[in-house]
């Protein structure tokens, strides 16, 4: 597949120039954080722009050109030449079909049992049984390699991956990649990898085109792009990234955050947070030139070396003896489903517990029973002070700070109410828990729509503080989070210094934010103790394989 000069519009430019091209037998990864035009990229490709989008320029397919062509053109096209694989497989599978009928409606050749049973396999599925179940009951990695069989039923020469493992666990993610990656070379198949996530595209690819604000600012094989990126947002990204392999003294973000294509238009897309810019890169936009074979950039200068270490950086927190909480025996079922099966758990005055595990492992489930939202069947909660109210003690960091906050009120009158929860005394004032967040004062007359996503979960973590509790817990607080800003908020929560329960499904971050560790697995701690020991030793075998799933650092 070749794409050229695409651009893509809608109320405003969203895609502005896009050249990529997939040769068979070659993964390639775009990746790029939300709102970089890479999903709607894939959606030209396939056809499937939502309405009310237009795209130019052109996209030819074994030199044939598609970008216009009529839809009955692209339904001969999709499936059978290029396939799609989303995010959500519920979003590809039909909840009346079978998993089975799925794979058959999509065979070219025979479409005998024995054929969607070997189409299964394939992709894992031994167990024919399997074949006779409908999507609501498989679990997600499984609903995610049944997609998989019947995007590649029809042998396409294409696949078209979307993110297609962003919504599963560490581990499952891990067997998906591998399982397109074994596909991909068995087959010969081009592969077009969409990924916000660096790590992945980075372990996967044979080249990376890394895109930002609706165009592509360099592309490249990715172990060189690695060592010397040739674009200073590919130096931020990679500088950003936490590493699973040891606790960095600070995390280093991007300042600021993606602006749209059509702002940028005329300049160099990343300018306004460039740390390198000069008055020439305001004034021109930087053309994607090949530095040599393969290695292209839209910078107009050579990138300087970003490090990702700085000196100065915290390397512990105080931690002292006295315990904020104390979990014991901790129990809660759900019908027969044991969400939580005896968990025990401390966390010291000044220290950050991380707790991690899977989909289903009862992580979530510990938070609510801390906060008071589930009442545990059995078991003790033991707070700092048995007599503050439970609100004050302890407060909670939510992933998602779009739906945390209400969009209704300004974040001075957000900030005014949560405070007034809290002891009278000292009680803190908007403009000084934003600036302990690291925000303007005046941000406080702005409503969260008028926030960017960084600045909103900054917004959260002030509210949470606002009634000096014990102890927070951060509930997967930077899963939503662009990478680039994912290192501020991360850094924000080591310097407030706020005793943590740190609750994540990713290793790399937890490295980078907790003193102790313990391991969940369906509802029972399996491993806990010191991060450095259980993660560079883990002794359990659930641990070694959570461990295993995390994609190398780039
Ligand atoms: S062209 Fe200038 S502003 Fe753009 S990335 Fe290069 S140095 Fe930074």
């Not at 070379?185 to 916000?196: D, E, S």
């Not at 292209?296 to 006295?322: I, M, N, S, Y």
């Not at 803190?428 to 979960?457: D, F, I, K, N």
Request: overall charge positive.
């Amino acid at each position: 597949m070749r794409i050229s000069e695409l651009r893509i519009s809608g109320s405003g430019l969203i895609v502005d120039g896009v050249d990529l091209e997939v040769s068979s037998g070659e993964t390639v990864g775009l990746v790029g954080e939300s709102g970089s035009g890479k999903s709607l990229t894939a959606r030209a490709a396939t056809g499937l722009l939502p309405k009310g989008l237009r795209a130019t320029g052109s996209v030819t397919l074994d030199g044939r050109e598609l970008l216009g062509a009529r839809e009955r053109v692209w339904r001969s096209v999709r499936g059978t030449r290029v396939s799609l694989l989303m995010q959500d497989p519920f979003a590809m599978l039909n909840p009346l079909r079978t998993a089975g009928a799925h794979v058959a409606e999509s065979l070219r050749g025979r479409r005998d049992r024995a054929e969607v049973l070997r189409r299964l396999a394939e992709v894992g599925i031994d167990d024919p049984d399997v074949a006779g179940r409908h999507p609501f009951q498989l679990s997600g990695g499984m609903r995610q390699r049944v997609a998989l069989a019947a995007a590649l039923a029809a042998d396409p020469g294409l696949l078209i991956a979307d993110e297609p493992t962003t919504a599963l666990d560490a581990t499952t993610q891990h067997e998906i990649l591998m399982l397109i990656r074994g596909l991909q070379r068995a087959r010969g198949m081009g592969v077009l990898l969409i990924t916000h996530d660096l790590r992945v595209a980075f372990e996967l690819c044979d080249r990376v085109a890394v895109m930002y604000a609706g165009r592509i600012v360099e592309q490249g094989p990715p172990a060189e792009m690695a060592k010397a990126p040739a674009h200073p947002y590919t130096a931020g990204l990679l500088a950003a990234v936490p590493t699973v392999e040891r606790r960095l003294p600070r995390l280093i973000g991007i300042r600021g955050s993606v602006p749209s294509a059509a702002q940028v238009s005329a300049t160099c897309a990343f300018a306004a947070r460039c740390d390198q810019a000069t008055s020439e890169c305001a004034h021109a936009r930087p053309p994607l030139r090949e530095l040599r074979p393969e290695r292209l950039t839209a910078c107009l200068h050579e990138v300087r070396p970003r490090t990702r270490v700085e000196e100065g950086g915290q390397e512990r927190r105080q931690v002292t003896g006295d315990e904020v909480l104390r979990v014991t025996g901790l129990r809660r079922t759900y019908g027969s489903h044991v969400a939580l099966g005896g968990v025990s758990l401390h966390v010291n005055r000044g220290e950050s517990v991380g707790v991690v595990g899977g989909s289903g492992s009862g992580k979530t489930t510990l938070a609510r029973c801390v906060l008071g939202l589930v009442r545990p069947d059995s078991g003790t909660i033991e707070l700092a002070d048995p007599v503050r109210p439970r609100h004050q003690l302890v407060q909670c960091v939510f992933q998602d700070p779009s739906t945390s906050l209400n969009p209704a009120l300004t974040v001075g009158a957000t900030l005014t109410e949560a405070a007034a929860q809290g002891p009278a005394k000292d009680r803190l004032t908007p403009a000084e828990l934003l600036e302990l967040v690291g925000l303007p004062v005046a941000y406080a007359r702005r409503r969260p729509a008028g926030l960017s996503g960084g600045e909103r979960q900054r917004v959260a973590i002030a509210r949470a503080l606002s009634v000096r509790p014990a102890l927070l817990i951060c509930d997967e607080p930077v899963a939503s989070l662009d990478v680039s800003v994912q290192a501020h908020v991360l850094e924000l929560l080591r310097e407030v210094g706020t005793s943590m329960l740190f609750i994540t499904h990713d290793l790399a971050v937890v490295r980078q934010m907790a003193d102790r560790l313990v391991v969940l697995a369906r509802g029972e701690v399996v491993e806990s103790g010191d991060t450095a020991e259980v993660l560079d030793a883990p002794a359990h075998a659930y641990t070694r394989r959570l461990v295993a799933s995390v994609p190398a650092a780039p």
